[in-house]
């Protein structure tokens, strides 16, 4: 067995980033798009957040990504950046480049190191395919079956429509897996007909007195005791008994 070597290894989760320095950096870089001031991101955050953070307190979360002082952000403090700043939630949890000054990942790591992280990162902040996406379009249903379909807002149209593309992928996916086996399975019915074919002949050449049509009737004799299940193991079938009597004959 090849051992892996450090390069081969998967790349820290995040970077080597902490959750929360992430949100530190997704704070800066949603002002930045946003082309705020500090104090302008603090006047935007205050009704969401309850109270108005001061310059210094935008600046200090901010820098959470620098490591010195990281700041523990609150599942309040999520929800009203995404509100102040107009973008979900999944936004301020996305990481930055790999390649970043604060990034702890081995300048040898390998694409595919990092592409199977990558791959674990968007699971985490997406859902999977095959359980976490399903289990939240469920969520979703299960939330909004009591609202009016007539009065759902283009987000809400939006979030189905996306469910929707998550589900059709999972059914892509597998009937995909059910043409491969589909594929295999029609290929190996060939090999099987061709290797019959061969047998026959051999069996024709070698044994001139045993003809194709004896061979096709042992081949077909063989498929009826496999499917009767007999001749496994050579033993007689059993014979079911009677109900038993008490008290003598």
Same mark, same amino acid.
Do not use: M, N
């Given at each position: 067995m090849k051992r892996r070597t450090k390069s081969d290894r998967q790349a820290p989760l995040f970077w080597g980033i902490t959750p929360n320095q992430l949100v530190g950096y997704n704070l800066w870089r949603a002002r930045q798009e946003r082309g705020w001031t500090q104090s302008q991101a603090? !006047?935007? $955050?205050?009704? %969401? @957040?309850?109270?108005?953070?001061?310059?210094? #307190?935008?600046?200090?979360?901010? %820098?959470?990504? !620098?490591?010195?002082?990281?700041? #523990?952000?609150?599942?309040? *403090? @999520?929800?009203?950046?995404? #509100?102040?700043? !107009?973008l979900p939630v999944t936004y301020f949890f996305l990481p930055p480049s790999p390649a970043a000054s604060w990034s702890k990942v081995d300048e040898g790591t390998s694409s595919e190191g990092l592409n199977r992280t990558m791959a674990v990162m968007i699971d985490l902040?997406?859902? *999977? @395919?095959n359980e976490g996406a399903p289990q939240v379009v469920g969520r979703l249903h299960e939330v909004m079956r009591d609202l009016d379909v007539e009065l759902?807002?283009?987000?809400q149209? #939006?979030?189905f429509h996306l469910a929707r593309q998550r589900l059709l992928a999972i059914v892509a996916r597998a009937l995909d897996d059910i043409a491969e086996c589909r594929k295999s399975l029609v290929d190996l019915n060939d090999a099987l007909a061709g290797i019959e074919s061969d047998?026959?002949?051999q069996l024709a050449r070698t044994f001139p007195e045993i003809s194709s049509e004896d061979v096709a009737? @042992? $081949?077909?004799r063989g498929q !009826?005791?496999?499917?009767?299940?007999?001749?496994?193991?050579?033993?007689?079938?059993?014979?079911?008994?009677?109900?038993?009597?008490?008290?003598?004959?």
């Open positions: 603090a !006047d935007a $955050l205050a009704p %969401h @957040l309850g109270v108005r953070w001061t310059v210094a #307190q935008v600046s200090a979360a901010e %820098h959470s990504i !620098d490591g010195a002082r990281i700041r #523990q952000f609150t599942a309040d *403090d @999520l929800v009203a950046f995404a #509100q102040a700043f !107009d902040i997406f859902g *999977d @395919l759902y807002s283009a987000a149209r #939006q979030v047998v026959t002949e009737a @042992l $081949l077909g !009826d005791v496999a499917r009767s299940g007999e001749g496994r193991s050579g033993a007689a079938p059993a014979v079911p008994k009677g109900p038993e009597r008490s008290g003598g004959p």
